[in-house]
């Protein structure tokens, strides 16, 4: 564990001892999360809901907790990253994909960071055919109500995943479905005057996703979603 | 549709395995390369690697294709899969063996340790239960522990030492414990995994992947859906704050652990 906080280090040893005094023999329960559950909660795209029911598991299970980790471990190594890229066939993707949800509440970062991860020689993949991105519609700006989010069709998309941000980044809402609008459900409590972000994925071909801008919206004053 | 998938799905095994190789061997290799550094273990667990995926005509890859809805990438699937068999390629057999020599120049007790905590998979304290009730009766738990570090730090400095860090449990606390009496550490244990229990689940895993696992906080943001590496500072400092409190009131001190 790195600290900001060097006095933290002094403060919490005892409790650091204990937790890793703690340790336990690994074994496997039916409960244990399958690779394609550990893969997405490593690489952070396991949505809220899902996320929500793997965590008591993760609470008590060393094995599944080790193994979430160690793969993240994987991807955060540089090599690894590198041929992840290279395999995919679009440099950079996963970097904008693993940053985005820290970076929704500064949206302007996205407009000038990505053009310059693309310009960027250095690991470049080969050259791919031009992927058709969704084209948010509706809500953007300030608007009246937001009950639905709406986008423009891609030619060959058979799927899209949809994800709400709050400014500062909290995943509020993540969907998948084959239409091109969802109805936010009633939990989604909107705040008026409190920018929110968000972007749509088309899938485009087998484990292929091309994502929207990330793009803002508030509600005017007084009139509540 | 990707060139292997298509040729699996028209019924080609042999040559969706090709083209799949194509594009994904050198993925492979950095994720083994990843968990294993010597060159002979890389070559072997890609070997194992290549049998386990290419078994009953492409099985795993087939069921993956098959599944109509994915949570992950299949780049990221593919590299969770290749650590587990590259784990269980060490922790069995050719890679068990292998792994075996890594003890060969320990001495007796901790080559004992050795087997128990990295080949076997036993906690630490089942370890000292078993080698006490071995030849070894009277290894204080104190002169236990200071076996156990020294293990520790001979088998994870060398060739072997990221994947032998993966097949071990967390390492031991630095300083010794002279607690006369084994019950004592059981209740004391018992109390922190108590005290442990009573956080959120989200909570807990916060604290045990940032801790224990020693995952940095921006990856445990990610993994746990929040904002940023601040907010799991906040969430991590005010449950350690919490579990310091009552192990506190309880008179816990490093000696009881």
């Given at each position: 564990?790195t ?5 933290a280090r ?5 409790v650091?001892?204990a ?8 074994t496997?329960?039916p ?7 550990i893969a997405?909660h490593?690489e952070?795209?396991l ?5 929500a029911?793997?965590?008591p598991?993760?609470?008590?299970c ?5 193994a979430v980790a160690s793969v993240a471990?994987a991807?955060a ?8 890229s290279?395999?995919?066939g679009?440099?950079?993707r996963r970097?904008w994909?693993?940053?985005?949800p820290?970076?929704a509440a ?8 990505l053009?310059r ?6 690991h470049?993949?080969p ?5 058709q991105?969704p084209t ?5 700006g ?12 891609v030619?060959?998309?058979d799927?899209?995943?949809?994800t709400l ?9 993540e969907?998948q479905l084959?239409?091109t609008?969802v ?10 005057d409190h ?7 088309a899938r485009t071909?087998?484990?292929r996703?091309?994502a929207s801008?990330l ?11 | 549709?990707d060139?292997?998938?298509?040729e ?9 395995w ?10 492979i290799f950095?994720?083994?390369?990843h968990?294993a550094?010597?060159y ?6 890609f ?6 995926l290419?078994?009953?005509d492409?099985r ?7 599944q ?6 299949f ?6 899969v ?5 784990i269980?390629w060490?922790?069995h057999?050719d890679?068990?063996r292998?792994?075996?020599?890594v003890a060969e120049r ?16 036993r906690?630490h ?7 006490r009730?071995?030849?070894?009766r009277d290894l204080s738990?104190?002169?236990?522990q200071?076996e156990?570090r020294?293990?520790y730090?001979?088998v994870?400095?060398?060739r072997r030492g990221?994947v ?7 390492p031991?606390?630095?300083v ?6 084994y019950a004592d ?10 005290a442990?229990?009573?956080l ?6 916060a604290?045990e992947l940032?801790v ?6 921006a990856?445990?943001a990610?993994l746990?859906?929040l904002p ?11 449950a350690?704050e ?7 009131r ?6 009881d652990?």
């Open positions: 564990m600290d900001p906080d060097p006095a002094d403060r919490f040893d005892l650091r001892r937790l890793v005094a703690l340790e336990a023999s690994e496997t329960t409960d244990c999360l399958d690779d394609d559950t997405a490593a952070g795209t949505d809220a809901a899902a996320r029911a793997v965590l598991h993760l609470a008590t060393r094995r599944c907790r080790a471990h991807l190594d540089p090599a690894v990253l590198r041929e992840i290279r395999a995919d679009a440099a950079g970097l994909r693993i940053a985005l820290a970076a500064a949206a302007i970062l996205v407009a000038i960071g053009p991860w693309g310009s960027d020689d250095r470049r993949a050259p791919q055919p031009v992927v991105v948010p519609l509706a809500p953007i300030v608007v009246a109500e937001a009950s639905a989010l709406r986008w423009a069709a030619a060959g998309a799927r899209y995943r949809l941000f709050d400014a500062g980044g909290r995943v509020l809402y969907a084959g239409d609008a109805a936010l459900p009633d939990s989604i409590s909107l705040i008026p920018p929110y972000l968000w972007k749509v994925e071909g087998w484990d996703w091309s801008e793009v803002q919206f508030s509600i005017a004053r007084g009139l509540l979603r | 549709m060139d292997w998938v298509a699996l799905q028209a019924g080609k095994p042999e040559s969706a090709d083209r799949f190789l194509d594009r994904y061997r050198r993925l950095s994720a083994i390369r968990y550094q010597d002979d273990d890389v070559m072997d667990v070997a194992q690697v290549c049998e386990a290419r078994a009953d492409l795993r890859l087939r069921c993956y294709v098959d109509t809805d994915h949570r992950a990438r780049s990221t699937w593919l590299v969770t290749v650590r587990h068999l590259t269980d060490f922790r057999r890679g068990r292998r792994i075996s020599t320990l001495p007796p007790l901790q080559r004992r340790i050795f087997e128990h905590v990295f080949l076997d998979r906690s304290a089942e370890a000292y239960e078993l080698i009730t071995g030849e070894t738990f104190k002169e236990y200071a156990l020294a293990t730090r001979a994870t400095n060398g990221g032998l860090r993966e097949l071990g449990a967390p031991p606390p630095d010794e414990s002279d607690s006369p009496h550490r059981r209740e004391a244990r018992e109390f922190i995994a108590r442990l229990g009573a959120s689940d989200e909570d807990r895993v604290v940032h224990v696992e020693e995952l940095p906080a990856d445990v990610r746990l859906g940023n590496a601040k907010a799991v500072y906040n969430r991590v400092y005010r350690l919490l579990l310091r409190g009552q192990f506190e309880a008179g816990l001190s490093r000696e652990l």
